[in-house]
């Protein structure tokens, strides 16, 4: 279906072009006139390069509706009460600050305000830090254009690994939601941070990656709203040129080797992007024993 589309509108663009071009050729038209012939063909061209523009903006627009919608349709939300069984009292309490259920997945903390300060002066920085334990802890990253990373992990070499982080105990072949429990989650994501030179990326780092569930890391809906929606209006930010403080901090429950759910906060330098979210580590078709990383399938 996405390459039929992608067919139609590519040939619906051709036909505009050629519509376009055709006004350069009237009957009866004297040829005298140069700076008249000169005019059409200088507007002509103009519409049919304005015209093309549009149409692949739609092409492209449609190419990626329809790839989203594809690779999220086993992304099923959460409901509140699955989100809302990692909410232990020592979770809330680190969490520090009100709990509002977005009804996508996710909670927003604090009326989605924090203290991140994003008035800052140095050059462009990522680091990990590590919890008492040694679990994958906290993400803090000071960003802007130049620290995006668009090439794939196979390009810059940070592709699959056999690397598991603690509790990574996964299950396979589920069913009425992802085929998978856990992906490797990580704190910063690759592509905010992997342009930042002496950054480890990979999805080896034990300080950057943690077990997550494939939900909660993948979902990137505005009905779905998994890491990867929160880490998009990032990266829309960085793109449109912004600098933006960030900062990711995995929530444990005790001793447990998975996280309950990942605090994510985020603020630009010109105000014009500001969330405080909490994205519970749960997943629709799975109970998660956190302490361990052993799933049971559910339905």
């Known amino acids: ?26 009957p009866g038209t004297q040829t005298g006139n140069s700076a008249t012939a000169t005019s059409t063909a200088s507007s002509s061209a103009v519409l ?54 977005n009804r996508h997945g996710a909670y927003i903390v604090n009326n989605n305000q924090t203290q991140l300060n994003a008035s800052v002066s140095s050059a462009p920085y990522a680091v990990n830090y590590t919890d008492s334990r040694g679990r994958a802890w906290r993400g803090e990253a000071w960003l802007n254009k130049t620290t995006r990373q668009y090439r794939s992990r196979d390009q810059t070499g940070n592709g699959a690994t056999s690397w598991k982080p603690a509790g990574f105990l996964q299950a396979t072949n589920l ?28 999805e080896s780092n034990p300080k950057n990656i943690a077990t997550q569930t494939a939900w909660a890391n993948e979902a990137a809906s505005e009905s779905s709203t998994g890491q990867n929606y929160y880490e998009g209006l990032v990266r829309k930010a960085l793109d449109q040129n912004k600098k933006v403080r960030y900062r990711v901090t995995d929530i444990y429950d005790g001793a447990n080797l998975v996280p309950s759910g990942a605090h ?11 969330f405080n979210v909490f994205v519970p580590n749960v997943q629709n078709n799975i109970v998660v024993n956190y302490a361990t990383g052993a799933v049971t399938a559910s339905n």
Do not use: C
């Open 48 to 101: 049919a390069s304005q015209l093309k523009e549009k149409l692949n903006g739609l092409v492209n627009k449609t190419s990626s509706s329809t790839g989203s919608q594809q690779g999220s349709s086993t992304l099923i939300t959460p409901s509140q009460t699955k989100a809302a069984s990692v909410l232990s009292e020592g979770v809330k309490q680190q969490l520090g600050g009100s709990l509002a259920w």
């Open 264 to 274: 994510i906060e985020a603020k630009s330098s010109d105000g014009s992007l500001e």
């Open 175 to 202: 069913t009425n939601g992802p085929s998978h429990a856990y992906d490797r989650g990580h704190l910063l994501g690759y592509a905010l941070v992997g342009g930042i030179s002496g950054f480890d990326a990979s």
């Open 1 to 26: 279906m996405k390459k039929k589309t992608r067919r139609v509108l590519h040939w619906l663009t051709a036909f505009v072009v050629l519509f376009a071009l055709s006004s350069l050729i009237k």
